[in-house]
């Protein structure tokens, strides 16, 4: 709590929901003393879906105690006790933590020990208040609902340790996690989501239906595509070229490392080196140093200072991109250039924020970069959306916002005039607005060297992600001395935009996975078909059946196990097919395959011309099922 003190302006912005959650932690807090009336209290703070309350305890709280405190939370409720605000002295305060009545349901033998050191970190400026419903006395500051009735729905849902202060040092906590709804309704809502996303969670399907795989041997957070998962990629990737090819980009392919020096230009280096990985060093100089017995720490050193040259594994592609456009003279004519790269890039993410294909440490971008004159900003922008738009209304993530980041008043942190400034601002604007996008607009959340869009998504399910970005950029075009040749044959600096919408193909196909549940629509679909013969009778039938179909570049296979039927109807359906094609003697001698679709079930008999044109069609116009 004081560690991360929030200032009473911040509190009073809280929710409706966190005040009803962080109230339920009051509650929390005075059924568990009922029991356990020796509990020392800490934090408890609403946090994203819910709140949680911290305290120390000889008994160790676990799920089968949850029914116990909850019936006891529920009679705190019912008994609708007001929530009671209380200046105090700091003083008094002080007393009543030393007399253990802080965070308890009246005086205990124990002082309040963890409400005492959150008491020393309050300023001195800052009033001390207590929070009283019926016996229980917190130091809160508050907000809360009004009575404990107020607080519709809860339940507890998990138990973790936790430091106090988030510091090994400190005492180990027992965690005690819930959340809390206005009404019954909408807890139900939430916990049916919950299940929901878990059997949609990408890394539980990347493994189920043979995606992808990550290796410890390999490396924390590098992904390794596999097959099925390899054609995913590669029909988005083709998707999205296509759409690039439309809109006048050109593909481009550059290296994964490049020179120190590039990324001194560019500015990612030193700067950023946090979330790189650290520079490779040419087998000479690294014999070199070795004979002059430098020091590690020495040679890291030299690196930054520059001293000695290296090479970085890129974090970013926009530095390529920049030496492919000045590495030919440009006139207005030529603009806008447009680079596009599928392009692979490291970031050193921190070990325990990795998971599954959303957080990596190598991802390829979605990757381009625009050079265009001032008045071309608008007309790129809206470029950019209406191509994210389309590739999103094709996968049926028809429900999106973008987040305009916009600089704010301190003028000085920025790079470019501020004239440069409301124009692209404006364009970003005008962009979202002449699209019909729900927009917000977000002041300080420029980078300094340009304003920005972000995009969120909303899938089938109601989740939001956030993906990629759409970046204006004064600062590199200044950096790298960028130019190109105007009507009247003077030397002007063209605008950077950087544009990665998607953000990755890991993060997006992980977030694809979720999307549809595994159940890809055909185009995307690793297998699109599988032929069912129903005996061995009719497998030579259904190798001519599979082979036709793989000749018109469909991914069939064929089941030539012995299982019945139903077990290889169900195997498919497991698998997510989205097509069956039932074989017996009947289909056999019409020359026909009895269709069944992953989503309809049972479709009736058709040639196998006529199946193959169905699918084409499905396949060419990238139709969902
Ligand atoms: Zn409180
Ligand atoms: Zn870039």
Not at 308 to 326: D, F, Q, T, V
Not at 385 to 396: D, F, K, S, Y
Request: proline share 5%; net charge negative; aromatic share 8%.
């Amino acid at each position: 709590m004081a560690d991360d003190r929030k200032t009473t302006e911040e509190r009073q912005r809280m929710t409706d929901i966190e005040r009803i959650r962080h109230s339920c932690a009051h509650v929390l807090a005075t059924a568990i003393l009922r029991i356990w009336p020796e509990a020392q209290f800490a934090a408890g703070p609403p946090v994203e879906n819910g709140f949680y309350y911290d305290l120390e305890l000889d008994h160790h709280i676990s799920s089968d105690d949850f029914d116990k405190i909850e019936t006891e939370m529920k009679k705190i409720i019912k008994e609708n006790q007001p929530f009671e605000r209380v200046v105090v002295s700091r003083d008094e305060a002080i007393r009543l933590a030393n007399e253990g009545q802080l965070g308890a349901l009246g005086p205990r033998p124990m002082p309040s020990k963890f409400k005492l050191d959150i008491l020393r970190g309050i300023p001195d400026e800052e009033e001390i208040s207590l929070y009283r419903n019926g016996d229980f006395t917190d130091l809160c500051a508050g907000p809360h609902v009004m009575r404990t009735g107020n607080i519709g729905a809860f339940k507890l849902t998990s138990i973790a340790s936790a430091y106090y202060k988030r510091d090994a040092n400190n005492p180990q906590l027992q965690r005690v996690y819930g959340t809390a709804f206005k009404t019954r309704a909408e807890l139900d809502q939430y916990f049916a989501l919950l299940e929901e996303a878990k059997k949609r969670d990408h890394r539980k399907l990347g493994r189920e239906l043979e995606l992808f795989h990550i290796d410890e041997e390999v490396g924390p957070g590098l992904v390794l595509w596999k097959p099925k998962g390899a054609i995913v990629r590669k029909e988005l990737q083709a998707f999205i070229s296509e759409e690039l090819g439309r809109q006048g980009y050109t593909e481009v392919f550059t290296p994964h490392i490049g020179k120190l020096s590039l990324f001194r230009t560019s500015g990612h280096y030193p700067y950023y080196r946090e979330s790189q990985f650290p520079p490779l060093i040419e087998p000479e100089t690294l014999a070199k140093f070795a004979e002059e017995g430098c020091s590690c720490a020495e040679l890291s050193n030299r690196l930054m200072k520059g001293e000695i040259e290296g090479y970085l594994l890129k974090p970013m592609n926009c530095p390529m991109h920049i030496k492919i456009y000045a590495s030919s003279q440009h006139s207005y004519r030529d603009l806008p250039v447009r680079l596009a790269e599928f392009g692979t890039v490291y970031r050193w993410e921190q070990s325990g924020e990795l998971g599954g294909m959303t957080r990596v440490r190598g991802f390829t971008q979605d990757d381009a970069h625009i050079f265009c004159t001032e008045e071309q900003v608008l007309g790129e922008i809206q470029g950019c959306l209406q191509l994210v738009l389309r590739i999103l209304n094709t996968l049926g993530m028809n429900s999106y916002r973008v987040r305009v980041g916009l600089r704010d008043s301190d003028s000085s942190k920025y790079v470019g005039t501020s004239e440069q400034w409301d124009r692209a601002e404006d364009a970003l604007r005008e962009s979202a607005k002449n699209l019909g996008v729900p927009f917000s607009e977000e002041i300080g959340e420029a980078a300094f060297y340009g304003p920005k869009i972000d995009f969120v998504v909303k899938d089938v399910i109601g989740r939001e992600w956030q993906l990629g970005t759409v970046q204006v950029d004064y600062n590199l075009p200044e950096r790298f001395g960028l130019s190109y040749v105007a009507p009247d044959n003077s030397a002007r600096r063209p605008v950077m935009i950087h544009r990665a919408p998607f953000g990755s193909l890991e993060r997006f196909c992980g977030v694809l996975i979720e999307h549809f549940a595994g159940s890809f629509p055909a185009w995307l679909a690793p297998e699109q078909v599988r032929v069912l013969p129903i005996s061995e009778k009719h497998l030579e039938y259904g190798r001519s059946v599979s082979g036709r179909l793989l000749d018109r570049n469909i991914r069939a296979s064929i089941d030539e196990s012995s299982d019945k039927i139903g077990a290889k109807i169900r195997l498919a359906q497991l698998q997510k097919v989205p097509y069956m094609l039932v074989l017996g003697a009947r289909e056999e001698q019409a020359g026909e395959v009895a269709v069944r679709s992953r989503k309809n079930g049972d479709e009736g008999a058709v040639s196998v011309s006529e199946f193959v044109e169905r699918i084409q069609m499905e396949v060419r116009e990238r139709q969902r099922d």
